[in-house]
């Protein structure tokens, strides 16, 4: 979920899609800081967040010019880990 009211909105969607459907589901705050992580939270269960990736202008450029992430983002091995949690 990116820091923008339209992100979150569509988060509210989704898991209302997913509650309907009896499925689970996890987000990740992207593009978080410390001023703004506080703010993000507060819009989404904390039981479905998954992890929290650093605004970091080294991956948003990498993400904007289509090369491979030249940044080390720790909050992958969390993420992979609830997916394998999920099986």
Known sequence: VDPTYESFRLAEQIQAMAQQAGAGIGFVLNKSTPE????????????????????QEALFLDSLKG??????????????QWLQDLS
Do not use: F
């Open 36 to 55: 703004i992580d506080p703010e993000m939270r507060q819009h989404l269960p904390t039981e479905s967040i998954v992890a929290s990736i650093p605004y």
């Open 67 to 80: 090369r491979p992430l030249s940044a080390k983002v720790p909050a992958v091995e969390q993420i992979c």
